[in-house]
């Protein structure tokens, strides 16, 4: 879809345990984002990326990190993952935000018990 | 503090009619709106957007109005079909610092 491939699907974990979400692209875009959507509030942005090793955080970064040492590959690591982080996480890359030209993946669902 | 707002959760139409779905915004920033459709388990999808310095944009059977000293648009969509049931989210942007999304509209379109 696009050429953006989030993995894993599907992830379930305990309390306390570091998790990290992939998104990896083969567009070649430059700029990354990682989403989350819960019940009640949309999807809103935890961090983003405007290059390699350029990253900037988002209006739900608490909790979270980001890496991207690869134009292709965008990380999204919960140091700590706490049941508030249960949650259907998005990745979207783009080649002229703003434009419209974002294109989303197929998402990941995680949940922490 | 609600940037983007869409203030209508559900929104059910008859086949064929107009679907309008409609969206606020306080941010003065915002340099693009777009509209994204999502069905369950999937990703939003990109439908059409707007330049703020535009005021209608159309793409077929959809249509986007921008009315900037109301800070509101509207999503159009004639005439709706089955396909078109989903949920709708708007949202904005300023530059490339990532999309703000309202809450999302569930548009559901009755044969």
């Known amino acids: 879809d696009a050429g953006i491939t989030q993995s894993p699907r599907h992830k379930v974990t305990e309390t306390g345990t570091p998790v990290t979400l992939r998104c990896h692209q083969t567009?070649?875009?430059?700029?990354m984002y990682w989403y989350r959507q819960d019940p009640g509030h949309g999807l809103r942005l935890i961090h983003y990326?405007?290059?390699?090793?350029?990253?900037d955080k988002g209006e739900v970064s608490d909790g979270y990190s980001v890496s991207r040492s690869k134009t292709e590959d965008f990380l999204l690591t919960l140091e700590s993952a706490t049941s508030s982080q249960t949650s259907v996480y998005f990745c979207?890359?783009?080649?002229?935000?703003?434009?419209?030209?974002?294109?989303f993946g197929s998402g990941t669902r995680l949940t922490v018990v | 503090d609600q940037q983007v707002k869409q203030n209508s959760p559900s929104l059910s139409v008859q086949e064929g009619r107009i679907s309008i779905l409609n969206c606020d915004y306080t941010n003065s920033m915002f340099d693009y709106f777009l509209w994204y459709k999502k069905y369950p388990a999937e990703g939003p999808t990109f439908l059409i957007s707007i330049s703020s310095i535009k005021d209608k944009n159309e793409d077929g059977r959809f249509t986007v109005f921008l009315n900037k000293s109301a800070k509101h648009l509207s999503l159009h969509i004639v005439p709706s079909q089955p396909g078109d049931s989903a949920v709708y989210f708007c949202a904005a942007s300023v530059s490339a610092d990532g999309l703000t999304f309202g809450k999302g509209t569930h548009l559901i379109i009755q044969p």
């Open positions: 567009e070649n875009h430059r700029y």
């Open positions: 990326s405007y290059g390699v090793k350029d990253t």
């Open positions: 979207a890359i783009s080649e002229r935000p703003g434009t419209g030209g974002y294109t």
